[in-house]
C-alpha cells in the first residue's frame, strides 16, 4: 500500500498566556509557511506539535507538563500506525525551564524560548535530520539564548491571504521584555530586558496589515507605553508619538495598545488620546493593589494617590475613556487593612473591566523569598469580593451604555442566525440583528440593553436629509 502524503505539513500551536503569545504563534507559523508547513485546528492531522506556553502564575505552568503527558500518547498512536509527530515547547516556561522540560518530558524535540523564534526553521530541520538518523533515540534541541540580532528582522511577514484569514483586527508587537522586576513577576526573566522595535518596521507591519483589510491594530508589549523604538534619523519615539504616525495610514481604523505600567504613562501618550479619534479610550493600566505598603513591597514604584492622578489626567484629555486593571490578591503580608485599601481604590476609578488573581509564588522572583504568606481560604475570600466588586462595576458600566449611540466595528456573524457581532470603542462585545454585509466597516449603532457581558444594538440607520 503506498502511503498518500503530500508535500504540505500540518502543524498546530496550541497558545497560552498572554496575547503577546497569541502574536507570537502566528508570527512562528508564519515562520514555516516557506518550510512547507500549513496550520491546522486538528492536533490529530499535526505532523507538528507546538505549545506557546506561560509561567506567569504556577496553574500555568503546570497545564504544559499534563498537557505534554497527553501529547505522549498522542505520538505512541501515531507510531503505531506508522506515522510520528514531532512536538516543541516555545515560551516562557520553555525559557524559565528548557532543561527541566526536556529531562521530564523526553517527548520534546525542541526547548526554546521567545527570543529564538526565528530560528525555528532551523532548529526544527536540524530536530528532523536528528529523527532521521536515530528514529527513537534523541536529544532535544534547547535554546534559551538571548540574542543580540533582532528577532522580527528575521521573522518572515504574514502572506497577504494568511492575514485576510485572520479577520479585521490584529495584533502587533511593538515593545518586548520588562526592566520594571516588580517583586512577584517572572516577565523580566522569561521575556529578558525591554527593547522597542524601531519605528520603520512597525509603520511596515501596520501598513501590510491594513492593506490584507485590518481595521484594527492593537499594539502589543509587555510595557508597551515603555516604548522608546528608533525613527529614521536615530530619534527615540514615544508610543505616544508613534500613535500620531500610525494614524497617517490611510485605510487603519482603530488603535489600541497594551499594557501599560502607570509610571509610562507620559505627556505625549495622553494628548494622543486627546488628539486621536483613532486611539480608542480604553486602558489597561494595572495598579495591582491599593495599598502604598504592599506596593513598595512589590516594588512597582509609584503610591496609590500617584495612580489616581494619573487616572484624573487621562480622564481630562479623554473624558470618555473606559478604565481596565490588574489585581493581585494575597501578596506576602497583605494585611485585611491591605485589601480593604484595595476595594477602596476600585471603588474610586470605577473600572470598565479588571482581572483578579491570587498571589502565586513563582520561584527565582524575589517575592518567593518573603514570609508572611497569607492563607490560601483569606485569598480565595478576598479574590471573591473583590471580583464581586468589579463585576458590579462592569454591569454598571455596561448599563451606562444603554441609550446612546456607539460606533461598532463589525466583525462576525452573530452566535444566531441574522445577527452580527463587533466591538465597542470601550472594547464591549456588542450583538445586533443585521445582515452579513456589514461586516468589516464601522457602522453606528443604538445600544439598547444589555446581555451577560456585552451589549445588545440596534443598527442606526442614517436618516434622510
Ligand atoms: N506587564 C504587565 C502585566 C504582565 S502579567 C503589567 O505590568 O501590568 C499580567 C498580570 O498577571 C499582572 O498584571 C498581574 O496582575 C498578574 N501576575 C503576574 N505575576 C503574578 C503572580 N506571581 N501571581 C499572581 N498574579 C500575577
Ligand atoms: Fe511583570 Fe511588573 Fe514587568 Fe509587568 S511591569 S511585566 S508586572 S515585572
Ligand atoms: Fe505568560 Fe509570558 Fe505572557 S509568562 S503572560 S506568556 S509574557
Known sequence: MTEMRTNTKKLFIKTYGCQMNV?????????????????TLDINHADLVLLNTCHIREKASEKVFSELGRLKELQTERRAAGGDVMIGVAGCVAQAEGE?????????????????????????????????????????????????????????????????????????????????????????????????RPVSQVIAEARGLVDAGVKEITLLGQNVNA??????????????????????IPGLERLRYTTSHPRDMDDALMEAHRDLDILMPYLHLPVQSGS???????????????????????????????????????????????FEDTLRIIADVGYASAYSFKYSTRPGTPGANLGDQVAEEVKNE???????????????????????????????????????????????????DGSTDLIGAIHQVEIIGTSTNSLVGRLKVAQAA
Open 292 to 338: 502604598d505598603s504592599i506596593l513598595k513591597a512589590m516594588n512597582r514604584r509609584h503610591t496609590a494617590a500617584e495612580y489616581m492622578s494619573i487616572i484624573e489626567r487621562i480622564k481630562k484629555a479623554r473624558p470618555d475613556m473606559a478604565l481596565s486593571g490588574d489585581f493581585i490578591v494575597g501578596f506576602p503580608g497583605e494585611t485585611d487593612q491591605d
Open 227 to 248: 516604548y522608546h523604538g528608533l525613527d529614521g534619523s536615530g530619534r527615540s519615539v514615544t508610543l505616544g508619538e508613534l500613535a500620531y504616525l500610525l494614524a497617517d
Open 382 to 432: 478576598r479574590l471573591w469580593r473583590l471580583q464581586e466588586l468589579v463585576n458590579t462595576q462592569t454591569t454598571a458600566f455596561h448599563a451606562s451604555c444603554v441609550g446612546k449611540t456607539l460606533p461598532v466595528l463589525i466583525e462576525r456573524p452573530g452566535r444566531m442566525a441574522g445577527q452580527v457581532g463587533g466591538r465597542s470603542p470601550y472594547l464591549q462585545a456588542v450583538h445586533l
Open 23 to 39: 502574536y507570537d504563534s502566528d508570527r512562528m507559523s508564519d515562520a514555516l509557511v516557506p518550510h512547507g508547513y500549513e496550520t
Open 100 to 196: 527541566e522540560i526536556a529531562r521530564r518530558a523526553p517527548v520534546v524535540d525542541m526547548v526554546f524560548g521567545p527570543q529564538a523564534y526565528h530560528k525555528l526553521p532551523d532548529m526544527l530541520a536540524r530536530a528532523e535530520a536528528q529523527r532521521h538518523v536515530h528514529p527513537t533515540m534523541k536529544q532535544a534541541i534547547i535554546d534559551t539564548d538571548f540574542p543580540e540580532e533582532d528577532k522580527f528582522e528575521h521573522l518572515p511577514a504574514a502572506k497577504k491571504e494568511v492575514t485576510i484569514k485572520r479577520g479585521l483586527t490584529a495584533f502587533l508587537t511593538v515593545q518586548e521584555g520588562c526592566d520594571k522586576f516588580c517583586s512577584f513577576c517572572v516577565v523580566p526573566y522569561t521575556r529578558g530586558a525591554e527593547v522597542s
